[in-house]
């Protein structure tokens, strides 16, 4: 079985997206530097929100700690400004240096307050917005359990939101801390937002989507939290065909993040690879990714495709029989990129793999062999996917040496015949003649024309009818193409 584990670009492209920062401040409402707090009587001290920290932390430390609602209440909404401000990780420093992470939390859950839910979330969300350190902060003060807690318990539309993006900033900061998160049970009710969207305002949906996306960047089949994400992917996939190009668009990272992650140790994703084909990836795949004109997503849905085509026999079919899936699969590999053109070819080499006769016949209803011969015939086509095409065909014509009746006798292998027909034979010796090809491509060619096209060659007659068939000669038949006796 062909298994695609070379490096490809696209999975390079993807590895250097992982470590992108997914991280957002909350500056919704942005803060003026040079606002004067308390002009209201707020009962604490007139100051400018810049200068509130450090030169206020003991007044601001201890209105947190005060008995009276209105004073923590200003304390809080104080603080949510200062943080609002640029240079979010200096102002970061300057809060967790009063040691309040547990009044946060017991703040985060007076539910008989929204609006201090609702301030205290929007502190926790840019204070995650911050550095790793900062979030190791909050992580190691067990906020993230608590802010499950209240997502999963509170009714206050606005109060989920901040706490949702929260959590997205939480698992914006690596795989460490998405693992945390995932594993408390976050997915099942950022999902059950997703599904019942009509009930929520357009920012809570715009932000459970962008934090969705976040838990599924760089997880990867082999991990444990791989199958709390995979129901994401379909759900995910319906958030696409709504008229909004933000949502759209953190729709796509996610499920291009869940994608990516089904090439990681193969050794492990058969079931895995089968979870994401029964979340309804495959479907999702052909709708709306295979034709998308976004580039990655088409690389990294094709890469998908891939590799539930090189898993087992039913992983196999259920590639094979998706309606229009094969369909966008060859129409990919006249893609104007060569990276998608790549990883369509290995769709088809993987496709083919197992040498199953019923696989290879629906196969051949599609018009593979046009794009097979352009890329053969082309000087610049890439190594790559040369090596692909000829896989595909070594597979194609052992099933039918298989299904000959003589299987010993080379001519009774249909699809040869079919292939010749179709020009394939001239096409693989002006690749042969390709200068610029490496020899595990000429190999490859040498192998394919003495083992099923020998008879198919171009020969001199010479004395009337007779027909050379010396193998020695054929550098003659095919050009400069010079074949050494041997089986492939």
């Known amino acids: 079985m062909t298994t695609h584990t070379e490096k490809s670009t696209a999975e390079e492209d993807s590895d250097i997206i992982e470590f992108l920062n997914r991280k957002l401040a909350n500056l919704t409402v942005a803060s003026d530097a040079a ?19 450090p030169h206020y932390a003991e007044v601001v430390y201890n209105a947190l700690h005060s008995s009276v609602r209105q004073l923590r209440l200003a ?5 949510r400004k200062y943080l609002s401000l640029q240079n979010v990780d200096e102002r970061v420093d300057n809060v967790l240096a009063l040691g309040i992470i547990p009044l946060l939390i017991e703040f985060l859950e007076c539910y008989h307050d929204n609006l201090l839910q609702y301030e205290t979330a929007w502190i926790i969300t840019n204070i995650a917005a911050g550095s790793t350190q900062h979030t190791q902060a909050l992580v190691a003060g067990d906020v993230t359990q608590h802010l499950i807690k209240v997502l999963t318990t509170s009714s206050n539309i606005e109060v989920q939101t901040q706490i949702i993006w929260a959590l997205g900033n939480i698992a914006g900061d690596g795989a460490v801390f998405r693992d945390i998160i995932l594993s408390a049970g976050v997915i099942d009710p950022l999902l059950y937002i997703l599904t019942h969207y009509d009930k929520y305002d357009y920012m809570a949906v715009r932000i459970t989507v962008w934090a969705t ?15 709390l994400i995979t129901p994401a992917f379909p759900i ?24 990516n992650g089904t090439h990681k140790h193969r050794e492990h994703a058969l079931k895995q690879t089968q979870s994401v084909i029964d979340a309804g990836a495959l479907t999702v795949l052909t709708s709306s990714f295979l034709t998308t004109k976004n580039l990655t997503l088409r690389r990294d849905a094709c890469l998908a495709v891939s590799n539930v085509a090189a898993g087992t026999y039913k992983q196999v079919n259920a590639v094979l029989t998706e309606p229009n899936l094969m369909e966008n699969i060859v129409a990919l590999l006249w893609d104007n990129d060569m990276k998608v053109v790549k990883e369509a070819c290995w769709v088809l080499s993987n496709s083919t793999s197992l040498h199953n006769p019923g696989h290879i016949q629906i196969i051949l209803q599609h018009d593979i062999i ?12 890439s190594h790559e996917i040369l090596n692909k095409l000829i896989d595909t065909l070594v597979n194609i014509l052992s099933v039918g040496d298989l299904s ?3 299987s010993s006798q080379i001519l009774a292998n249909e699809y040869a015949d079919k292939l010749a027909s179709a020009g394939i034979v001239e096409a693989l010796i002006m690749t042969w003649n390709n200068p610029v090809i490496n020899e595990v491509v000429k190999e490859k060619v040498r192998g394919l024309l003495e083992r099923w096209f020998y008879g198919y060659l171009p020969r ?29």
């Open 35 to 53: 606002e004067v707090l308390g002009k209201n009587d707020d009962g604490l001290p007139v100051c400018e929100v810049s200068m509130l920290l």
């Open 75 to 79: 304390a809080v909404v104080r603080l």
């Open 213 to 227: 996306a976040n838990m599924c960047r760089g997880c990867r089949c082999s991990d444990p939290s791989w199958s």
């Open 236 to 259: 995910l996939g319906a958030m696409v065909q709504l008229n909004d190009i933000e949502i759209i668009s953190d729709a796509c990272w996610g499920m291009s993040r869940i994608l």
């Open 370 to 381: 046009s794009p097979f011969l352009h890329h053969l015939r082309i000087p610049g086509t």
């Open 404 to 406: 000959g009746p003589n």
């Open 460 to 488: 001199n007659e010479e004395n009337g009818d007779e027909i050379e068939e010396d193998i020695a000669s054929i550098e003659e038949r095919v050009s400069r193409l010079t074949i050494m006796g041997g089986v492939f």
